[in-house]
């Protein structure tokens, strides 16, 4: 046999053993490629009607949502974003207004930012839980159609599933996966149980060993800690998934002077945010903060003081300012910058 004969076979035989582990390997060996934030309705993405987040109008075209979209998406850019999470319902897809909100997916795509397209259900009152399965599998076939060969679009079953227990939930998620064949495990993010406060059992369900899973943790969801107990409580919360897991929602205050570089700190708000980007960071993790603007607005401030920017401008002239650039800084630094 000649040498390139040889070389050719052991090349070939190499080369189906790479293909072999490729093909076995979890979605992901870490989820910093996710820098990201969430763009939210001013006044919270529960509700039984179409969702029109913070800067777009109902009014608005898909060319308009674009421009829109396109403005903040420059200043986003700027702190080293490159992933926007965004809400759909039942009541926005599918409808004239999901044809101008398709805009603000795709206006991202096109720049090559990554979007997770997550399903709020009907308002709050529904508990935590799917109000109607078939709208909600039609609003999904028509998403995962559109999008399921976009490599840069992530789907997100159900935001905060809290009204399901574990089991129930999770049999929901792989019913979903069943049925929605153009997501690819790779490309969905399965929520923990409850308030996607907990990665465990969806962590050890093999029915997910392919997809990503989505984390939320909030200071206000538990009693003050320290810093180190913060640390220990997330890390125990994403169980042996760490590799695959991405902080979808994280948050706090950025309108009210917090130090986010204080490591002495005895804030609790600080000592989360803190604690949490630091979770990022050593474990790879890419994260989105709740909100880049939208939300449920404070007092009568007019916007979510959890907010990462303030927003002006009219028109197709928007504009997004950083309102705490400690905060900005520790989340940079959360996810690897």
């Known amino acids: 046999m000649s040498k390139t004969m040889r070389r050719w076979l052991i090349g070939a035989v190499v080369g189906a053993l790479v293909g072999t582990v490729a093909a076995a390997a979890p979605a992901q060996a870490a989820?910093?490629?996710?820098?990201?934030?969430?763009?939210?309705?001013?006044?919270?993405?529960?509700?039984?009607?179409?969702?029109?987040?913070?800067?777009?109008?109902?009014?608005?075209s898909?060319?308009?949502?674009?421009?829109?979209?396109?403005?903040?998406?420059?200043?986003?850019?700027?702190i080293g974003v490159n992933t926007v999470r965004l809400p759909i319902n039942t009541h926005t897809v599918g409808t004239t207004w999901w044809n101008a909100y398709r805009g603000a997916i795709d206006a991202a795509t096109a720049r090559g930012f990554k979007v997770i397209l997550a399903y709020w259900e009907d308002?709050?009152?529904?508990?935590?839980?799917?109000?109607?399965?078939?709208?909600?599998?039609?609003?999904?076939?028509?998403?995962?159609?559109?999008?399921?060969?976009n490599t840069n679009v992530y789907f997100e079953p159900m935001n905060e599933p809290h009204g399901?227990?574990?089991?129930?939930?999770?049999?929901?998620?792989a019913n979903w996966m069943s049925y929605h064949y153009s997501a690819v495990p790779a490309r969905t993010l399965i929520g923990g149980t409850g308030y996607s406060q907990d990665l465990r059992d969806v962590c050890n369900d093999s029915r997910f060993s392919g997809?990503?899973?989505?984390?939320?943790?909030?200071?206000?969801?538990?009693?003050?800690?320290?810093?180190?107990?913060?640390?220990?409580h997330i890390q125990t919360r994403l169980g042996n998934c760490a590799s695959r897991a991405v902080a979808t929602e994280f948050g706090a205050p950025?309108?009210?002077?917090?130090?986010?570089a204080d490591a002495n700190s005895t804030d609790n708000f600080v000592r989360h945010i803190?604690?949490?980007?630091?979770?990022?960071?050593?474990?790879?993790?890419?994260?989105?903060?709740?909100?880049?603007?939208?939300?449920?607005?404070?007092?009568?401030?007019g916007y979510d003081y959890y907010s990462l920017f303030a927003f002006s401008g009219s028109g197709t002239d928007l504009n997004l300012t950083v309102r705490n650039t400690s905060g900005?800084?520790?989340?940079?630094?959360?996810?690897g910058l």
């Open 328 to 335: 900005r800084d520790r989340l940079r630094y959360g996810w």
């Open 274 to 301: 803190r604690a949490i980007t630091q979770v990022m960071r050593d474990n790879q993790m890419g994260g989105t903060y709740w909100p880049a603007l939208g939300g449920k607005p404070t007092g009568t401030s």
């Open 254 to 260: 950025m309108s009210t002077g917090l130090n986010y």
């Open 211 to 232: 997809t990503l899973l989505s984390l939320h943790h909030y200071a206000f969801f538990y009693s003050a800690m320290t810093y180190d107990a913060f640390r220990t």
């Open 123 to 149: 308002g709050a009152a529904s508990g935590g839980r799917i109000t109607n399965i078939a709208a909600w599998n039609t609003m999904w076939s028509n998403v995962t159609y559109l999008y399921g060969a």
């Open 62 to 78: 898909n060319a308009t949502v674009r421009a829109k979209a396109n403005a903040l998406y420059d200043d986003m850019a700027a």
């Open 31 to 60: 989820t910093n490629q996710f820098r990201g934030v969430n763009w939210a309705v001013l006044g919270d993405n529960f509700s039984t009607g179409p969702l029109v987040v913070q800067g777009l109008s109902q009014s608005d």
């Open 164 to 173: 399901y227990s574990s089991a129930e939930w999770r049999d929901v998620a």
